[in-house]
């Protein structure tokens, strides 16, 4: 995946010195751009040894954190906006956390690969498979990611959890996908992009 | 210690022995009229006194963190692990100082030093202190040496409260607070076991009220019983297992032998009992434990820890250890809670570690990870910030 098209798009999306809550934020990089260019305060949890020491050679206010164990520690509507990139898939129950980032956050920012997208389809229709590719490259038995879902996916849940989804952006790396990707995202999108509120 | 001295050691050091002659006023109201501190320094102050570090020690602790006072000396400072060349406090970049704190035993004044006004021992009427007496102390410290401002302020435990304290009392004085296996206030627990300590001490025949100096006695059996039951609460049982398990020094539960029994862990706490009541002041760990059961980082700001380090404008590093049930996790979690509630820069690393308490003294190679990084950071981020314009010591106004 493209990160810097990811967070250029994330970027748009947040407020000039607003406070900023990235979970699952690695080594950093989303922060300490969005610090540098739109000077928010910004707080990051990660849960990675190596991705915190990481975190903190980029001076960005990482906070060793097990999301799994919820986000209890955090006051209602005490961000601006919460983000996760990427992370949506490695959680123990994807939907609690997004319910937990909403309460937190005036706005939300969720980014996940999309499962939908037409070679990880192929890869289980035509080799029955599960897929393996550039952007996903773990085996099924050692994936972190245990919960994949589809741009479609991911719709129906903002439904029926009653998410209001303020804006979406479609990313794709390849041709002909970049081309195509707008008119039918779920199958030609590589990252789903999301802005959401309560 | 070693035949040859490591290259990431600051080799043999000197304490040296601070005077102050102006009235330092108490959080009790008594009043020290003069008073002095044994400190040690490592490094060199840069020219723009920018790169000065403070190292608060913690209840049993004193100025000697790191290096050798001679040859013969078996042990390092109690530091040493994490202060010298190349170490996360590196002497090659930072002047460390560390101080011996006021009511201490190791040369600072405190209830074995002579009281001026009885030509006696101060013994049990040494002015209880606060933290905040050991921050103004610490403050004036920082006068006497020039720096306006330390690039940080670090200590574990009792060390970390004073770092915090720092924060609030002279936020401008401190770019960072590194806070290490710390609380913002004792649990009942914690205080419990620390008047279980005391109660030891007085109760010790030897301890004659507080005044066995006078009378040239120690109460050595109450000290060394204080020690082992802090001690084993500064341990993990995981720690205690590894080390000791049920292994037996002495004796044997063969059948038909009636010698006495002795475990391992028996024979170690001793040794640790016996060794801490010949090198540390009775009534010292009576005040460093009053000191650590009274702090209440939030009690003058309404109780509020959001409001107190609303105060704060320096940058923290907290840091806890898995196994450490005496600060556990969870206090350090609540200083990160209140600190990102304040809208302050905090960085938080939850040590993996099966050490106990003890762990923010000893090796750990993630602990060392993050404390590299973050001074890495600190010495980045500071201008001026190099070896070229390191300054001698003796310029450094001592």
């Known amino acids: 995946m493209n990160m810097r098209t990811d967070f250029d798009i994330i970027q748009q999306w947040i407020a000039p010195k607003s406070r900023v809550l990235d979970l699952a934020c690695g080594d950093g990089t989303l922060l300490k751009n969005l610090k540098e260019a739109k000077q928010v305060e910004g707080y990051g949890l990660e849960i990675d040894p190596e991705k915190i020491t990481a975190a903190i050679t980029n001076t960005i206010n990482v906070i060793e954190t097990n999301l799994d164990a919820g986000l209890s520690q955090f006051p209602d509507n005490s961000f601006d906006t919460v983000v996760m990139t990427q992370a949506l898939q490695v959680m123990r129950y994807p939907h609690l956390v997004l319910e937990e980032m909403l309460r937190i956050g005036e706005k939300c920012i969720v980014t996940f690969p999309n499962f939908g997208n037409w ?80 | 210690m070693p035949d040859i001295i490591p290259e990431n050691s600051v080799g043999i050091v000197t304490p040296e022995t601070l005077y102050f002659d102006e009235p330092l006023e108490l959080a009790c109201g008594r009043i020290l009229p003069d008073y002095q501190l044994v400190i040690e320094t490592y490094g060199e102050l840069n020219s723009d006194k920018s790169n000065a570090i403070l190292i608060c020690h913690a209840l049993s602790g004193h100025h000697h963190a790191a290096g050798y006072h001679s040859k013969e000396d078996q042990k390092p400072g109690w530091w040493d692990n994490h202060i010298g060349p190349g170490k996360p406090f590196d002497t090659n970049r930072f ?110 025949p030897d301890f004659r009220d507080g005044h066995f100096l006078e009378d040239n006695t120690l109460p050595r059996n109450g000290l060394a019983l204080a020690r082992k039951i802090g001690h084993v609460t500064y341990l ?114 939850a040590i993996e570690s099966n050490l106990g308490h003890d762990a923010f003294l000893l090796p750990n190679e993630r602990y060392e990870h993050v404390l590299y990084a973050y001074m890495n950071r600190m010495a980045n981020e500071t201008p001026g910030f190099n070896q070229t314009d390191i300054v001698s010591p003796s310029e450094a106004s001592l």
């Open chain 2, 236 to 349: 993990s049982d995981q720690l205690m297992g590894n080390k000791f398990g049920r292994e037996l020094r002495s004796g044997s539960f063969q059948q038909g032998q009636d010698t006495p029994v002795e475990f391992q862990v028996e024979s170690y706490l001793r040794h640790q009992g016996d060794a801490f009541s010949n090198s540390f002041d009775a009534n010292t760990y009576l005040l460093m434990t009053k000191a650590l059961d009274y702090f209440d980082l939030a009690r003058e700001y309404g109780n509020d820890p959001v409001k107190a380090f609303n105060h704060a404008l320096c940058n923290f590093l907290v840091v806890s250890f898995s196994t450490d049930w005496r600060f556990a996790p969870e206090r350090s979690q609540e200083i990160v809670k209140a600190l990102i509630d304040a809208n302050k820069n905090v960085s938080y690393a």
């Open chain 2, 95 to 204: 002047f460390i100082v560390s101080p011996n704190n006021l009511g201490g035993c190791h040369g600072s004044t405190g209830p074995n030093t002579t009281n001026p006004e009885t030509g006696k021992p101060w013994g049990v009427d040494f002015p209880p202190l606060r933290v905040r007496d050991w921050v103004q102390s610490q403050a004036r410290l920082a006068d006497r040496l020039g720096i306006d401002q330390w690039a940080a302020v670090a200590g574990g435990s009792l060390g970390g409260m004073q770092a915090m304290r720092w924060a609030l009392e002279y936020p401008n004085r401190l770019r960072h607070a590194i806070v290490i296996a710390s609380a913002m206030k004792l649990s009942a627990q914690n205080i419990a076991f620390n008047e279980i300590a005391r109660d030891a001490i007085k109760s010790d």
């Open chain 1, 119 to 198: 070679r990880a389809r192929t890869s289980l229709f035509i080799h029955g498979r599960m897929p393996v590719t550039k952007q996903l490259t773990y085996q099924w038995y050692d994936t972190p990611n245990i919960h994949f879902c589809t741009v479609r996916d991911f719709e129906s849940l903002c439904t029926e959890r009653n998410i209001l989804i303020k804006h979406r952006e479609f990313v794709a790396e390849r041709i002909p996908d970049k081309q195509i990707k707008g008119i039918w995202p779920n199958l030609f999108s590589d990252t789903a992009i999301y802005l959401l509120s309560k």
